[in-house]
């Protein structure tokens, strides 16, 4: 920097994944940090939504401002602005109207893909001269602008990324440049550019070392070192929450090598925009979870981690200044602050849209043939001389509701799923037949409705051609007259956008008919960020006074979607739910926080049980707490009948604690017996005083995690009452883990 060594200390943010008043915030929290720089990704599809509809300037998309807003702060910038990011954004940034194109091939050069270059040289000619005056050389923050994105990962195509590169010039930006590739990568399919720099992915010390060797004139950084790690649906539980890297930044620091964190904050993928993994030929398809938290130093929400303060320690002690002082956190409305059940507003069947012309409904087609980005598509049909028979679709992407004659008649997913949702809900999983039901119900004419979720889309790998809907065909196996491949289709576009939300008429005509809006009144005093709670729904969406919160899924390890204060108001809120499976409405409760910390069991004490198995097998009451989901508590079964219920638990948690939650997992050897079916929850000071229950209701019959949300509950001690079993297999109770989540109360 002006002919002295300088070293790039960059944290990674993305201005689409943040509320825009909460972009300084941000970007001073990575300052106080102790970092001089913000990397950010430029998403292309939300830039230009529609081909050739550019939009630069509303909400997160105001790429300048934000910019700005680092120079403002005193900090540079490094700008990935594509064509393709990856980032767990869907289509890894590339606009899905390019997948219209029945042979469109993406992140290749124009004599292979003229369709594909053609949109990115428009792209970038949209984007050069917002970028050009916020270049350094023009006494703007931009040190850097990032020719594509880990191409190495994909191709070795170097006529590609100087197409690029050239785009970049013919608009007025001659750099600097750079790639982002793992170093093994880089090395053998040399995927850095003429002038550029190399960014590597998971890069440290030893890796910058390697990188200099095998470029001696390039320079090189740490581009992506990970703090965390990204999160599907279906994990087990967050991911990246143990990554530890002060070993790789007291390197990094020590040697004066630069470096960007990836993520410093995740922040959120708002609406549609979350993305997906999947193989090479779009097997094991992965859809991401709507947060983007990845266990970044700083939350979703902007709170400093632990580990937030342990390498800001790390860096301030290499810098000649200290870091400016860390940001008051924002406002946060406090855990169970109210609650709120909605009521059935309207039905998707009562807002159908007119069908697409009949010509281009004959087979089915995918939504982007449609010109539609995201959402839902529905194909309809009536099935005449119906005697049943399983219904197998090439394909779906990526989850599908099936109606005959408006009963629910199970669903179809992309991907496996536990047995316990699949059994619960009848899906057929990973492209296996539907096995579809008869009866008077039902008749021989009925109509059938394929209603179609396109998830994230993949944003990694060569299967990113991911188009959503169905792909090519639907037939019926073993159903008479009827088996073969059905044509002659209604399809029913529903991007679930701002005019269809806004439009909705107030109209349930069947209200057992899955596929429901359910509305809510949030009254508040005054607004601040909070966190929905949707642990109690099944799957769908949540719009809050018109914004799209994102996707839920009872497969969690999400249950709690991210609302800024800013899209509060003091008074009344309207919270709008849609979910595919709920017909009856669930509570909903406002949290602080993405997840609760958990009351460690190491301090908790067995207070009572009445009843255990410790002869036929080692059911003690103790295992329901002991860290180990392959114990359990069971109540006694030998001899037969056992002991009736009900039956219940009582435990010392240590200290005095204000709860706002307790879980519950089943045991999970594939036995169902013994899970608790109507239950009460206690929370007391006294073992012989419990008072009232705090919370009442019954647990479906599966073998997946459950959680009670209590609002708020303080005392020492925990009671929880098991009244029936879930399935009537006997008079049996049995648990592989009791938890609580909740903070230390006074005494």
Excluded at 5 to 18: D, K, N, T, V
Excluded at 331 to 345: C, D, E, K, L, R
Excluded at 727 to 734: D, F, L, N, Q, V
């Amino acid at each position: 920097m002006n002919g002295k060594p300088f070293q790039i200390r960059s944290g990674e943010m993305h201005p689409a994944r943040i509320p825009v008043q909460h972009w300084r915030h941000r970007i001073q929290m990575a300052k106080a940090m102790g970092l001089n720089a913000v990397s950010i990704y430029v998403m292309w599809n939300y830039i230009e939504e529609s081909p050739g509809v550019f939009d630069f300037t509303t909400d997160r998309r105001d790429i300048a401002a934000f910019v700005q807003l680092c120079q403002q702060e005193g900090m540079w910038v490094l700008l990935r602005g594509g064509p393709y990011v990856c980032g767990e954004w869907d289509l890894g940034g590339l606009p899905p109207y390019l997948l219209a194109y029945p042979d469109v091939q993406l992140r290749v050069n124009s004599a292979t893909d003229p369709h594909y270059m053609a949109a990115v040289n428009r792209y970038i000619a949209h984007l050069a001269p917002i970028v050009k005056p916020l270049m350094t050389a023009a006494g703007g923050p931009i040190l850097m602008v990032q020719i594509e994105n880990e191409y190495g990962s994909f191709g070795s195509d170097a006529a590609y990324l100087e197409e690029i590169r050239q785009a970049w010039i013919a608009n007025g930006i001659t750099g600097p440049f750079y790639t982002e590739d793992g170093l093994s990568q880089v090395e053998g399919n040399k995927t850095n550019v003429t002038g550029g720099a190399i960014a590597l992915s998971g890069g440290d010390a030893a890796q910058i070392a390697s990188a200099r060797q095998a470029f001696p004139a390039v320079p090189a950084m740490a581009g992506e070192v990970y703090p965390g790690w990204l999160t599907h649906w279906g994990d087990s539980t967050f991911q990246g929450t143990g990554n530890d890297i002060s070993g790789t930044l007291k390197a990094l620091m020590a040697a004066g090598l630069s470096f960007n964190l990836y993520m410093v904050h995740g922040g959120t993928s708002f609406g549609f925009f979350a993305g997906a993994n999947a193989d090479d030929q779009s097997g094991d398809y992965q859809p991401d979870i709507t947060s983007y938290d990845y266990a970044a130093p700083i939350t979703e929400q902007g709170a400093a981690t632990p580990r937030y303060s342990e390498y800001r320690t790390l860096i301030s002690g290499y810098l000649s200044s200290p870091p400016p002082a860390v940001p008051a956190p924002v406002p946060t409305i406090a855990s169970g602050t109210g609650q709120i059940t909605p009521v059935a507003y309207a039905s998707i069947w009562d807002n159908l849209p007119a069908p697409l012309p009949a010509a281009q409904t004959v087979n089915p087609q995918p939504m982007e043939t449609y010109g539609q980005n995201s959402g839902f598509i529905l194909y309809s049909k009536q099935l005449s001389g119906y005697s049943g028979g399983q219904l197998a679709i090439q394909w779906v992407h990526d989850y599908a509701t099936v109606c005959l004659n408006g009963a629910y008649a199970g669903g179809l997913y992309r991907q496996t799923l536990p047995a316990a949702v699949t059994s619960a809900l009848n899906i057929a999983t990973a492209n296996a037949p539907l096995t579809l039901p008869t009866g008077t119900a039902i008749g021989g004419s009925p109509r059938m409705d394929i209603l179609v979720e396109g998830l994230g889309r993949t944003n990694y790998g060569h299967a990113i051609v991911d188009r959503k809907g169905i792909l090519q065909t639907v037939a019926l196996q073993n159903a008479g007259s009827l088996t073969g491949t059905l044509t002659g289709w209604q399809v029913y576009s529903l991007p679930m956008d701002d005019t269809f939300i806004s439009t909705l008429k107030n109209t349930v005509t069947d209200a057992h008919r899955p596929g429901i809006f359910f509305k809510a009144a949030l009254t508040l005093t005054a607004p601040g960020d909070t966190y929905l709670d949707l642990s109690a729904w099944t799957k769908g969406v949540v719009w809050v006074n018109g914004h799209n919160l994102g996707r839920y899924w009872e497969i969690g390890p999400q249950q709690r979607l991210y609302c800024p204060a800013e899209w509060l108001t003091a008074g009344t809120n309207e919270i709008l739910v849609f979910d595919l499976h709920q017909t009856t409405p669930a509570p909903i409760t406002l949290h602080a926080m993405l997840t609760s910390a958990a009351i460690p069991v190491s301090g908790w004490k067995l207070v009572h049980v009445d009843s255990q198995e410790l002869v036929a097998e080692n059911g003690a009451a103790t295992n329901a707490f002991d860290g180990n989901a392959a114990t359990i508590w069971h109540s006694r079964w030998s001899p037969a009948p056992g002991d009736p219920l009900p039956h219940e638990i009582q435990i010392d948690l240590g200290a005095r604690h204000q709860l706002d939650g307790v879980g519950y997992l089943p045991r999970q050897d594939g036995n169902a017996d013994g899970r608790i079916g109507a239950y009460e929850i206690y929370v007391s000071d006294s073992p012989t005083a419990w008072g009232s229950a705090v919370a009442t209701g019954t647990f479906p019959d599966t073998a997946a995690p459950k959680t009670v949300f209590l609002g708020s509950a303080t005392g020492r001690y925990l009671r929880l009452r098991a009244l029936t079993e879930a399935g009537s297999r006997g008079p049996w109770t049995s648990a592989a883990e009791i938890s609580a989540t909740g903070v230390l109360a006074g005494s």
